[in-house]
C-alpha cells in the first residue's frame, strides 16, 4: 500500500490550496483518513480527519478554513485550505487506516510522503 500526497506549495497568506492524497495497492477497505502537519521544531500535530460514515474533526486552530472530504471510489481524502495563515507553515501529511486483502478483519496506519506549504505573509 503506498499513499502520495500532492497539492502543496507556496501562497501569500489569505489564499488557498487543496491537498490531495490517492491510496494505491491491496486495498480491502479504508477506514479512518486523516491530515497531520509538522512545522520545524514541533511535533507532529492532527490538523483534520474524517471517518468512513463521512463525520469530521478538526483542529480548533483551521475550523472554519479548513475542510477535509473523501471519495471512497478513487481512495483519495483531500483537504481544502482557505483563509491560509503564515503559521499553517508545515510539511503536511496524509494517514489513512486501511484493511488489506488477506487480512480484512484488521487495519494498520499508513502515511504518505508530505508535501510542504508555505504561507508568505
Known amino acids: 500500500v503506498q499513499l502520495q500526497a500532492s497539492g502543496g506549495g507556496l501562497v501569500q497568506a489569505g489564499g488557498s490550496l487543496r491537498l490531495s492524497c490517492a491510496a494505491s495497492g491491496d486495498i480491502f477497505r479504508i477506514n479512518a483518513m486523516a491530515w497531520y502537519r509538522q512545522s520545524p521544531g514541533k511535533q507532529r500535530e492532527s490538523v483534520a480527519g474524517?471517518?468512513?460514515?463521512?463525520?469530521?474533526n478538526y483542529a480548533d486552530s483551521v475550523k472554519g478554513r479548513f475542510t477535509i472530504s473523501r471519495d471512497n471510489a478513487k481512495n483519495t481524502v483531500y483537504l481544502q485550505m482557505d483563509s491560509l495563515k503564515p503559521e499553517d507553515t508545515a510539511v503536511y501529511y496524509c494517514?489513512?487506516?486501511?484493511?488489506?486483502?488477506?487480512?480484512?478483519?484488521?487495519?494498520?496506519?499508513?502515511w504518505g510522503q508530505g508535501t510542504l506549504v508555505t504561507v508568505s505573509s
Open positions: 474524517i471517518t468512513s460514515g463521512g463525520g469530521t
Open positions: 494517514n489513512m487506516r486501511i484493511a488489506r486483502f488477506g487480512d480484512i478483519w484488521s487495519s494498520n496506519n499508513y
